[in-house]
């Protein structure tokens, strides 16, 4: 089967008892956000908000709540779109194999896009930005965002369909300095292909046309956050995955209208032009602060008759965009690490926020002719992992030998971590990145983008039995307030707030000459925190202090530090300061007023009880 429509799919999940409906209205202020946040953290249905205060518009939320849910909405196409994108990346397995791959090719020519008369939703009718629900999601945010949008943009070269670009990147309607109906803010991250195409058409002095698509079939926002083999266009994706062609037309001012999305929003980029966007609850658990991000001019607000206003909440994970990551990983499973020759699996770590936290396998096989085996092809993987695409926006790499244990999996956190600390020489596994561009979204290092990385690459034999708890001798006098244990071998030691990059010296010292004298080879990675309660109280607790708080240049240090030739190294235990510094961006903290009012949607008579 495949959906028409949003209301297809949402029937549909209604009749197999995947959605509840809340009738009570809800205010589009915080309240629907908390309310999907309950709902997403009890592993509930998706969410139909019928009476949004201040909106004729029905809202949707948490489709992809969990990735059972989403397996059941493709449930007739999921098989048949893994076997797409696995020969995509490996061709020649048709050769090899061509009565298994024999109906690929005419899965791909029956998901081209096709074009249309002119239909929904432009056939039905307008509105305009302030009739759609303002959702605003988190309490500092600069004002309601779109946070389920498919944004179209074409190549002005290249002109079609088929060389478009459709990706997930928020929207401001209102809020800042925008001018209510006729202005938005477009934040798109680095490595994104509108960037191309916006870059082109400034170029040429031309504005750049965008169409934004809400809802339409639930293929259609999977297809937009998905990260496809070059050459394999979105549109054809979600054709494929929704077993349904993506269908298109042309309004009269030449935007590009998805016939089967819910609303569309048209409008124009004109090169440099640019207003303060943000801030926004985002998914690294902390605000994305404001920025001069593109303006785009509002031409118009299409809409279908009786549709439903798609939205999601990103904060700290696990979310829904979790889930998402779930079904990429589904669908695409080994695609990237054959992209990348000697790379047996990768994992953007989620709980650490994605980018600031990366595991990769890689084989060692430069020298077998060698007994003792160090980390060299592993170092040249760790090269080609931070010069590909989205993986470039890694911040640390940890990189294992899959000689050393066959069964490491990078999707377990605690073993794989245990397993590089066990191995790592810290006078010569460390590997940095200076002056480089990270995450738009991650606030550690010192401006927009910029920042530094790390690559740990570990090869060889366990080095070291790691401490499972801290010898009866073990102190630390002031400044150190406290520590505790995270896991086998690290230990969070709480210190005063960070003040300034001069203040961490005096930390350092203090702890280099009370353990000067100890054997200290069981501990070999000391994390500098604000509470070392919270950030020891478990291992996704630990990452994401660890990793979101610390910019690798500035922020790890470490017990007999030196640095030989440039490169750097330490004798002792390696030191991150994962404080939070002045200049990061403030963390996501929920409203205890709203919270009560979810509350009550839970009792007895509301339309959550049972549920939350």
Known sequence: MGYSSLQACITDLEKHGHLVRIKEEVDPYLQMAAIHLRVFENDGPAILFENVKGSKFPAVSNLFGTLNRSKFIFRDTLEKIKVLVDIKNDPIKAV???????GVGLTALSALPMKSGLGAPVKFGKCNISDIPQIVNWPMDGGPFVTMPQVYTEDIDK???MNANLGMYRIQLAGNDYIL??????????????GVHQTKANAKGQPL?????VGGPPSHPVAAVMPLPEGLSEMTFAGALGNRRFRYFYDHEGFCISADADFVITGTVMPHENKPEGPFGDHLGYYSLVHPFPLMKVHNVYHRKNPLWSFTVVGRPPQEDTSFGALIHEITGSAIPKEIPGLHAVNAVDA????????AIGSERYTPYLKERKPQEIVTIASHILGKGQLSLAKYLFIAAQEDDPKLNVNDIGGFVKHILQRIDLTRDLHFQTNTTIDTLDYSGEGLNSGSKVAVTVAGDIKRELWNELPDWFNIPRPVTGYKMAMPGVLMV????????????????VIEYALQD????????IVLCDDAGFAAQSINNFVWVTFTRSNPS????????????????????LIIDARIKPHHAPVLERVPEVERTVDKLGEKGGSLFGMI
């Open 494 to 509: 709480e210190v005063p707030k960070h003040v300034n990059y001069k203040d961490i010296h005096n930390v350092i010292s």
């Open 518 to 525: 100890e054997d200290l080879n069981g501990l070999p990675l």
């Open 554 to 573: 500035h922020d790890i240090y470490g017990v007999g530090s030196f640095t030989e030739h440039k490169h750097w190294g330490c004798t002792g235990p």
């Open 209 to 213: 046309k965008v169409s934004i698509f």
């Open 96 to 102: 090899k194999n061509p009565f298994k791959y024999a």
């Open 159 to 161: 002109p079609g369909i």
């Open 352 to 359: 650490a926020g994605v980018h600031p936290l990366l595991f």
């Open 181 to 194: 109906n006729k202005e938005i803010g477009l934040h798109y991250q680095i490595h994104r292909g509108i």
